[in-house]
């Protein structure tokens, strides 16, 4: 295979990665509603956006966004965590074959006085 072909197939395939790899700025009007409890892949796609560019976490002199403020934006949290308090937005069931396959949740931390201090996502996915 000549070297111009091999370049184009390479070009070709890193525009396909960065294409399928498509996240959508935060929308909270698409971010809230939730069917049969499934939320069309817009939350994922809005994660991204959401953490690093809308909410705002503690920092040496900054203040975090206010809880009352995340509530206005995303809604109420989905669970608490019991073992750390944190707040749990459920992001995406993942599906298998037939079942459930794991799951995607967005964990926000505050402090004390109900501000953000810290997010963390986590990805699960279970053993089929």
């Not at 072909?5 to 990665?17: E, G, Q, Y």
């Not at 790899?21 to 939730?34: G, L, M, R």
């Not at 809880?67 to 019991?82: A, H």
Request: charged share 25%; aromatic share 8%; net charge negative.
């Amino acid at each position: 295979m000549n070297r111009a072909i091999k370049n184009l197939l390479l070009f070709a395939s890193i525009l396909l990665v960065l294409t399928s790899c498509h996240s959508e700025t935060f929308d909270s009007a698409q971010w809230v509603p939730i069917e049969s409890g499934l939320y069309d892949g817009h939350r994922k796609k809005m994660l991204n956006d959401l953490v690093e560019n809308v909410l705002t976490f503690e920092s040496g002199k900054h203040r975090g966004t206010s809880k009352e403020k995340v509530i206005n934006l995303i809604g109420k949290p989905n669970e608490i965590d019991t073992k750390d308090g944190s707040e749990i937005y459920y992001i995406e069931e993942k599906t298998g074959m037939i079942d459930p396959n794991g799951y995607i949740n967005l964990h926000l931390t505050y402090k004390s006085d109900s501000t953000l201090m810290s997010w963390k996502i986590e990805n699960v996915d279970y053993k089929e």
